[in-house]
C-alpha cells in the first residue's frame, strides 16, 4: 500500500511494504469484525419499552470463553507479525552486506553534509566529496552508511528507502542500503532539532553507474585525479580479470 | 481501619466548626475532596483551552503556510515548536492527567467507596497547590526573553540540555521546573488515593465490590508512583545540565543523550496507561447503567488492567527502535509491545459483552461512553504498526505516529472526560444537563475529530514527518493532494472547536438554571448516588453507608426494580 504514495527505491523497501500489507489486512479484518459487532449489539439492545435487560454476569465459563477464544486468535495474529516483523528487522537493520561503496553522513544544524568516496573508491582519503544536501549514490551499488552529528540528535529519514535511524551525538551508527531506482527524491530530518528542524530538507540522487562516475570525475579537483600510470594501471588490471 | 477519615469529619464542616465560611475558605484553601476535585477539573479545563489555542495556531498554519493566523499572527519556526512542544506537554500533564486522574480521583473516590474525605486531606490540597505553581509555572515560560521551550515534549538532550542549541536559556528551565512540579503534584495526590481506597472503604465494600472506576484510578496512581522516579531522577539531571554545566547528557563530557530516552519513556509509556485506566473505567461505569447491565467479566477486567499495567514498564524502548539503542534490544519490545494488545481486546471486548443483552438509553455520557469504545479501537489497532519495529522503520515520527497517538488520547482525555462531566456533573452540582445541548455538543465533537486525524494516516504513510513547521520545502511532500488534505484536518479542527461553545454554555446555564438532579438521576448502584446531590462536605450528612453487594447489580431477576444499590439491605 505505501507504493501508492512514494516509489520504493531501495533493496528492503519491498519487506517493509510487505510486512505493512501483512498487519494492514490482519488489523483491518479485526477492526472491521469488532465494529461491526459493537455497533450490531448498540442498534440491537437499544431500549425498547417494557423490554428488560438481561442478567449476564460473564463470570460463568461459556460466557468468559466469549472473550477467551477472540484473544487467542488475537495472539496467534500477533505471532504471525511477530515473526514477519523479526525478518524484517533483521534485514535492515543488522544483517549488514559486504559493501560495494560507502558513504559518511554528517547532520547539525541545520544542514547534512554527506561525503562520497572519489575516484579511488576509498572513503576517508583526500578525494572525498563533500556535498551540502545533496546526497549522490549510484543505483544497485551496496552501500554502508556511517551516520554521525555534530550537535543534537537528528533523524536520517529516506521515505522511499523506508530507511530511517536516529543520528546520536557521540557515536557513529553505521548501516545499509541498496538503492534499485533512479531519480530525486527528498531527505527529511526526522528528529526535532531546534528552530531550523523543518528547514533541513536534502535531496537524495541516483544515477546509473556511468552517471555517478561521470559526477564523481567532474567534482574530483585535477591534482587528485589519478594519474596517467595509476589509470593505466587500473585498466590493465581489468583486462587481466576480464581474460582469466 | 475502616473509617479512619470518618472520624475526624462525620459531620458537615459548617456544624462542626459553627461558622460558615468565607469564599476562600470554601473553595481556594479547603481541604473538601471535592473541592479539591473542582479545582483540578477547572484548572485542567482553562489549560485545555490554551492547549486546543495552540494546536489550532499550528494547524492553521499547516494549512495556510506562511499567511498571519488569525488571533496570533505569523507563526515563525521557533514559535511553531514552541507551540507544538507546549501544546503536546499541556495537554498530557495538564489537562489529561488532573482531570481524569486527580479531579475523577478526587471527586469520585471517597464518595463511591462510601466515606467523608481523603486520608490526608492538607496532602490532598497541597498537591493541588503544587500543581497550581506548576501550571503558572509552564505559562510564565512563554513570556520569558527568547520564549518558551521548543525541544518536543520528548524534550531530547543535547538539545533541551544546551541553551546553545536550543535558544530558550530561561524557557527551557522553566518547562522542565513545571513539569517536575506537575509530577510532585500527582505523587502527593497519589498516596491519598492508594491510602483511602484501602483504609477507608464502607463497612461491608470488599474489594470485588468497589466500583471498576476506583480500582482503575488507584492502579493507575500506582503505576504512576512506580514509573515516575526515573523521570525525576531524569529531570533533575537535565536541570542540572541546562543550568550547572554537569554533563549527565552531554556526550563530548562522556554523558550519554540516550540515557534521557530511556528515564523518560520508562515514565512515558505507562504515562498512556495512567491516563488510559481512569477513562476505561468511566466507561465502564456508564455502559453499566446505561444499558441496565452488569459489568460483564469484573475479575476478567480487574486482572487485565493490573496485567496491562506490569506490561507497560516493559515497552519503553519501542519508542526507541531507530534511536541507536542495540537493534537487537528490539526483538524483546516489539514482542512485548504486541502483547499489550491482549489485555486491551479483553476489555473492549468486555464491554460489548456489557452491552449484549442490555436495555440501552442513549443519553449524552452513554454517546460519549459509545464513542470512546469505537474511536479508541481505531488508536489500538494503529499501535501494532507502529509495534511492530519493522513498519516503525517507516512510521516513526510521521504523522502516523501522531495520527494514532491522537486516536488514543483524544477518546481518553476529551471523550473520556465528556462522559465522565456529563455523568457526574448532577452529582457534582445538583443540576442536570440539557441532554440536547449535550447532544448537539457530542456530534460536534466525534464527527469532527475523525475529521482532524483520519487524513493524518494517510499523510503519516505517504512519509510526512511531524513537528515539521514548513512543508513548502520538501517537493515530494508538498503536492496539491496533501496539502488539500491538511487543509481539511485543519478546518475539521475549527469545526470541533465551535462546537465546545454549545457544552461551555450548556455547563454555565445547566449551573444556574438547570433541572434539579435528585440523588440518583440515572438510577445508579454506586454510593455516590446515596449521596445528597451537591454532596455536602462530609459526603453522608454523617450516616455512612453500609455496602451489601457489587456495584453493578442491574436487573437482578426477581426485582422489580431495575437497579440494585450497594448500600439497600437484602430483604
Known sequence: MLEYFLPRASSFAGSIDQLFDIITYLVMFWFTLTLAFFLYVVFRFRHKPGQKAQYITGETHRQKMAVEVPHY???????????????????????????????????????????HAGMDGELGTEDDIATINELHLKKDAQYTYHLESLDVMHSFSIPVFRLKQDAVPGRIIRGHFQPILEGEWDIQCAEMCGYGHGFMPARVI???AEEYDAWVAENTPDHLKPDTAYAQNESEKKEASNNG | ???????????????????????????????????????????????????????????????????????????????????????????????????LVAALGNFLIPLMIGCDDMVFPKINRLSYQVFLISAIVLICSFFVPQGGFGGAWTSYPPLSSNPQYNGTPFGAPMWLIAVTLEIIAFLLGG??????????????????????????????????????????????MLLFDQTLGTTFFDPAAGGDPVLWQHLFWFFGHPEVYVVLLPAMG????????????????????????????????????????????????TYLFTTTTLLISIPVAIMLFAFIGTLWGGSIRFTTPMLFALAFIAEFLIGGVTGIWLGSSGTDIYLHDTYFVLAHFHYTFVPIAIIGTFAAIYYWFPKMFGKMLSERWGKIHFWGTVIPFNGIFLPLFILGAAGQHRRIAGYTAYPD????????????????????????????????????????????PWKANTLEWVATSPAPHGNFGGNLPEVYRGPYEYSVEGREEDYWPQNEPSK
Open chain 2, 1 to 99: 481501619m475502616a473509617n479512619t477519615a470518618s472520624a475526624t469529619a462525620s459531620v458537615g464542616h459548617d456544624e462542626e466548626h459553627g461558622h460558615s465560611e468565607s469564599f476562600w475558605s470554601k473553595y481556594c484553601f479547603s481541604t473538601d475532596h471535592k473541592i479539591i476535585g473542582f479545582q483540578y477539573l477547572f484548572t485542567g479545563m482553562a489549560m485545555g483551552v490554551i492547549g486546543g489555542f495552540f494546536s489550532y495556531v499550528f494547524r492553521m498554519h499547516l494549512a495556510f503556510p506562511g499567511s498571519s493566523v488569525p488571533f496570533f499572527g505569523v507563526v515563525s519556526p521557533a514559535a511553531y515548536n514552541s507551540l507544538v512542544t507546549n501544546h503536546g506537554t499541556i495537554m498530557i500533564f495538564w489537562v489529561a492527567m488532573p482531570v
Open chain 2, 477 to 520: 511532500l508538498y503536492t496539491e493532494n496533501f496539502q488539500d488534505l491538511r487543509v481539511f484536518a485543519t478546518s475539521s479542527l475549527i469545526v470541533l472547536i465551535l462546537f465546545q461553545i454549545p457544552f461551555f454554555v450548556n455547563f454555565i446555564v445547566s449551573l444556574k438554571r438547570g433541572k434539579k438532579a435528585g440523588n440518583n
Open chain 1, 206 to 208: 541516483i544515477s546509473s
Open chain 1, 73 to 115: 486468535l488475537i495472539l496467534l495474529c500477533d505471532l504471525v507479525i511477530l515473526g514477519y516483523t523479526f525478518v524484517v528487522w533483521h534485514e535492515v537493520k543488522i544483517d549488514m552486506p559486504e559493501p560495494d561503496a560507502e558513504v559518511r553522513v554528517v547532520s547539525q544544524q541545520w544542514a547534512w553534509t554527506f561525503y
Open chain 2, 191 to 236: 498516596i491519598n488515593f492508594i491510602t483511602t481506597l484501602m483504609n477507608a472503604r464502607a463497612k461491608g465494600m470488599r474489594l470485588y465490590d468497589i466500583p471498576m472506576v476506583v480500582w482503575m484510578i488507584v492502579i493507575a496512581s500506582i503505576l504512576f508512583m512506580a514509573s515516575v522516579g526515573p523521570l525525576v531522577a531524569g529531570s533533575v
Open chain 2, 282 to 329: 468511566v466507561v465502564a461505569e456508564i455502559i453499566c447503567t446505561f444499558s441496565r447491565k452488569k459489568l460483564f467479566g469484573y475479575k476478567m477486567i480487574l486482572y487485565s488492567s493490573i496485567g496491562l499495567g506490569i506490561l507497560s514498564f516493559f515497552v519503553w524502548a519501542h519508542h526507541q527502535f531507530i534511536s541507536g539503542v542495540d537493534p537487537r534490544a
